[in-house]
């Protein structure tokens, strides 16, 4: 009987030390598959993360490039704007220019215009004439006048 009772035990244990065994291997499995579902999940997740950043530099990169296009739109319309000032200020000096020119003309044909009229009119010339004349005179009475002023200064010092 203890013999039996021996093998029984032995293939109790035995057959308990395969429930073990098999238990065991169900549990590393069961750790496998979640070590191998934790990999996948960081593998997924670092996956998303790098899509994200992707993603995110995609995305400043067209914010980039709308921006530049902005400033560029924007130097454009200023370069135009300035453009259409100096093309304006080039038209008004033009303007200006041909006012002062037409003025000149104007000016240098009353000119001869007068020039003309003095001397072919006899009046004008005896009326000039007389003029210098008159300045002449003027002139020759103040200096008379000065030189009578210093004999009469002269004698009078001359008396004390």
Partial sequence: MS???????????HAQQEKLRAE?????????DNNRMLKTEAMI??????????DNKILIRRLQREAQEVEMDKALEESKKAKETREQQLQQEEELAREMATLRTK???DSKLRQQIRETSHEIRELEAKLKA???????????AEKEA???EENYYEEQ
């Fill in 134 to 144: 008159g300045y002449m005179n003027k002139e020759r009475a103040a200096q008379l």
């Fill in 24 to 32: 065991n291997r169900r549990r590393e499995e069961f750790i496998e």
């Fill in 150 to 152: 210093r004999r009469q």
């Fill in 107 to 109: 000016e240098k044909q």
């Fill in 3 to 13: 013999a039996m009772m021996r093998r029984a035990h032995g293939s109790t244990s």
């Fill in 45 to 54: 997740n670092a996956n998303i993360l790098a899509e994200e950043k992707v």
